[in-house]
């Protein structure tokens, strides 16, 4: 459409298609748009709601934030088991020096495997692995053993199933 | 009401954290309510969708580089959980996303937190009837009078492609109202 104002042929600038044409249809219907009643916000909040959202959000941030305590964590727990552990050992291997009935047996690379040691055991209690956890205590892997081989129930259990 | 700066400086510290995200919610908590409730048109959803956000925002703040605005951000979180939010339902309905929003729609003449009359009623039948990328458009430029570039910035689009959406989305919109 020619007409005496400036032009894309005088000024460069150019147009995108149908833009003239276009134009009253975008106009009208913004305007018909342009209604306070349909700008209107037509949904509604129950009484006092914004207020009671911050309360909401961080409970439930709380919530999903739970802290798993495993019992060997404990540090007295670990104290006291080690403890037993020793005392039992102490008292057991008394017994053994008072009474033939249970042979001692040197535990060999065999049977190791039938026993649960306490890493094992730490497995089966904790929901959730624990990285570097270590469970310090006095006693050596050899003494561990050794209580657990003279622990007659234990080596009654093995012996059930164990062939000589 | 602390600026954005000393906000994200806030949420971005170990001690400040906590506080700094309950100031968090109380300056965005509305305008995001509402950005919300615009889609999924139920209070009850919304208020679900609105908590999710934020717990969303709580554990994802550090992932927040601060190279679009704090508000371009949240928005957009609060987009991605609602549309979550009715693809879940539909899922779970065993339905399509659309036949969801079409029940929504019906739904809000006995839906008491609903007050609009016919006419307003007619308008956000019309809007449903757009794809969902035009309804987010047309919904933040008509009801929440954000600017282009705003958008620009939340939907990560260019202003040009935002334009033409939203002329497009008023053509239809006004075609159907004009419709008995």
């Keep these: ?19 003239f044409d276009g134009m009253e249809d975008r106009v009208l219907n913004q305007i018909a748009l342009e209604n306070k009643t349909l700008k209107e916000n037509p949904f509604s ?23 798993v305590v495993s019992i060997l964590q404990n540090r007295m727990l670990k104290y006291a088991a080690s403890i037993a552990a020793m005392a039992l ?21 065999e049977n190791e495997s039938d026993f649960f040691d306490i890493y094992e055991l730490e497995e089966m209690l904790t929901t959730e692995t624990l990285d570097n956890f270590t469970i310090e205590n006095n006693l050596s892997d050899d003494a561990i053993y050794e209580y657990l081989s003279y622990h007659s129930d234990i080596t009654a259990l093995v012996y059930e199933n164990y062939e000589h | 009401m602390q600026n954005e700066e000393q906000l994200i400086a ?42 999710n956000t934020f717990i969303k925002v709580f554990r994802h703040m550090d992932n927040f580089k601060e190279e679009s605005k704090l508000y371009s951000w949240l928005y957009r979180i609060a987009t991605n959980e609602a549309i979550t939010f ?65 958008l620009s910035e939340i ?5 040009g492609a935002l334009k033409s959406s939203y002329h497009l989305a008023v053509k239809k919109i006004t075609t159907y109202l004009s419709e008995d």
């Design chain 2, 86 to 150: 009715l693809n879940s339902k539909a899922k779970q309905n065993n339905t399509t996303l659309e036949k969801i929003k079409d029940e929504s729609i019906n739904n809000l003449t006995a839906d008491v937190y609903f007050e609009g009359d016919e006419i307003q009623l007619k308008l956000q039948k019309a809007i449903a009837t757009l794809p969902e990328k035009q309804q987010l458009v047309f919904n933040m430029k008509y009801f929440d009078d954000l600017t282009y570039e705003e």
């Design chain 2, 155 to 159: 939907l990560e689009t260019s202003t």
């Design chain 2, 10 to 51: 806030g949420l971005q510290s170990a001690e400040k954290k906590n506080e700094a995200f309950k100031q968090l919610i109380s300056q965005y908590k509305e305008r995001l309510y509402w950005h919300i409730r615009k889609m999924v048109l139920n209070h009850d959803d919304a208020d679900d969708v609105l908590q």
């Design chain 1, 45 to 67: 909040i129950p009484d006092g709601y914004f207020e009671k959202v911050e309360a909401q959000v961080l409970e439930k941030i709380v919530k999903k934030q739970p802290k």
């Design chain 1, 1 to 19: 459409m020619n007409n005496h104002f400036s032009n894309s042929k005088t000024t460069g600038l150019t147009t995108p298609k149908d833009y």
């Design chain 1, 89 to 109: 050992l102490i008292f057991t291997v008394y017994q053994i020096q008072n009474n033939t009935a249970v042979q001692p047996t040197i535990v060999s690379a």
